[in-house]
Each structure stands twice: as C-alpha cells, then as structure tokens.
C-alpha cells in the first residue's frame, strides 16, 4: 500500500526540571514520551514519529525548541489539532506554533545558530521555588574577571576539554559567536534572589555537558581556583586538561534556535 508522509515543523517551550531529557528512554519520564502521548491520544494512532533540532539533557529548559512531526497517511487539520494538542500536554509543556514543511527540510541541519543561557545567583541560599531555573553559587564570585573570562571563548577554539568522554571521532573544534556574563533582566519572579546573572552562549551547536563544564570553568574563576591564563590554556589544541566541575543542568535553558 502507498504511503503518504507529510512534515510538520512544531515549536515548543518547556520546563524540563521533572524529565530526564528530551530523548525517549525506557523507565524514565522524558519530554519525547509525554509529547509523543500526547499525539497519540489526540491523533488516535501513532503513525508519526518526531525529531527535535537537539537534545536536552536532564532538567534543562527550553523557552524555543524545534521539532519536526512526520505524520503517515493522512494530513492535520491545523487549526483543529493544534488547540486540542496544547491543551492536552502536560502543564509544563506548551506548544507556540506549527507549520507545514516539505520533505526536503533537515531538522539536524537546519539550524544556523543556538543561543543558551545559565541562570545563576550567589553568596546566600535562593527561594526554593527557584531550584528549577537558577543555580546558587554561596561563595564570593569575582565577577569582572568572570566577564573577562567569558570573552576568551569566544571564536573558533579546540573545546575538547569541555567535551564529556570524547571519542577519537568527536569533532571538538567548535565556533562561539557570543560568550557573556551579564546582570540576569530576562527572566524575573518575586522569588527570585534580588539580584541574579546570566551566562549567555551562542553558537552552531555544543558537545554534550560543554557549556555546563564551561560555566563551572568560569565558577572557578570566579572562585579565584582558576585564571585567565587556565582558559586561554584549556582552548589549546596541544593541552589535556581534566575538568570535572560541571554545573547542575536546571540552570541551563535554550533560549532561542535561529534555522
């Protein structure tokens, strides 16, 4: 029997905090899992599958992610399906849009430019109800040379030692277009500490754990545990260096993905 595919690009936001990640796994709660349930439950069969533009490790956000839905046989009536499907995900889960793609779109490929950011506060504990979005450091932070820093990865660099077990074949030599540590006036809640920061990172794509083995390199420059000359060395071809500070992952959100 012929059968016909049609492509549909879905844009999504979420709180990843109770998932361990995007991609579907056995015995655990991912994000993939409750919205391929979703589907299911309002398309009434699961003739599709899905592939996101990336995968979010465990407790990482997301306020843009891109997925793209290959459905079987029979097309979506958009403007039916698309307020049924957001009404029927979880809480923490919300569809912005959808539209229509042809089969020649790339999901992998098609993204030009990733922009993440770490939220983070220090020197006294955070409001619990912050846990899920913001990481608290309690001692001091130098932040001016934590800035100065941040400007050091910026460009094209061998980040092998802030790629997580490498493999001969991992390509490690990765561009970043922006690297910044800023005051955090993008997301605010009055439980939030009454002042906090932001790490922005921007760039084609990261290893895994780069940007979180990235931010505790600059937690421990902030410390006074690591110099300006440790991360211009650590950016060296030639020069092995063991970093195991990796920040916990529910201060990490996607914030944008430019295609």
């Known amino acids: 029997m012929f059968r016909k595919r049609y492509y549909y690009l879905l844009t999504i936001q979420f709180l990843g905090f109770r998932y361990h990640g995007w991609q579907k796994q056995p015995d655990v709660l991912t994000l993939e899992r409750m919205v391929s349930r979703t589907l299911q439950y309002v398309l009434g069969h699961n003739n599709f599958k899905l592939l996101a533009a990336g995968r979010t490790d465990a407790k990482v956000s997301a306020h843009m992610q891109y997925v793209e839905l290959f459905l079987d046989n029979e097309p979506l009536q958009i403007e039916e399906f698309f307020p049924l499907f957001n009404r029927n995900l979880p809480q923490d889960i919300r569809a912005l849009e959808i539209q229509e793609v042809d089969e020649s779109f790339n ?12 939220l983070f506060a220090y020197g006294a504990k955070t409001h619990p109800f912050a846990a899920p979005l913001m990481y608290t450091v309690f001692e001091d932070l130098d932040l001016d040379t934590m800035k100065q820093a941040a400007q050091l990865f910026e460009g094209t660099h061998d980040f092998k030692n802030y790629s997580y077990k490498p493999t001969p074949e991992t390509k490690t030599i990765v561009t970043i277009t922006q690297s910044e540590i800023v005051e955090n006036e993008l997301y605010q809640a009055n439980f939030f500490p009454e002042k906090s920061y932001l790490y922005r990172i921007r760039g084609k794509g990261f290893k895994r754990h780069q940007i979180r083995l ?26 092995t260096m063991k970093l195991e500070r990796i920040v916990p992952a529910s201060g990490l959100l996607l914030q944008e993905v430019k295609l």
């Open 107 to 118: 999901i992998i490929e098609a993204p030009t430019e990733k922009e993440y950011i770490y």
């Open 214 to 239: 990235m931010m505790g390199a600059l937690f421990d420059v902030g410390e006074g545990k690591f110099t300006l000359s440790d991360i211009e060395k650590s950016l060296q071809e030639d020069v």
